[in-house]
């Protein structure tokens, strides 16, 4: 069940999904993205809301692959 409310759990689980995917640690795209490690921990968690800005940042770093 689970009450509605924001969509924070689902864009934290597909931010860790492609992160996973992209094998990137929370710590890479903490720091790219210029949040705290544990901030990018509580977004992956859904345990706090995360800026448009932040959001941004994070897709931007995790679209852009590193594969030459």
Request: glycine fraction near 0%; charge should be neutral.
């Given at each position: 069940g689970g009450r509605g409310g924001g969509g924070g759990k689902k864009i934290g689980k597909k931010i860790k999904k492609i992160?996973?995917?992209?094998?990137?640690t929370q710590e890479e795209i903490a720091s790219a993205a210029e949040i705290s490690l544990s901030h990018m921990s509580n977004i992956e968690t859904a345990k706090t809301k995360v800026s448009l800005i932040t959001l941004a940042k994070i897709s931007r770093i995790l679209e852009c692959t590193h594969d030459e």
């Open positions: 992160r996973l995917e992209k094998e990137l």
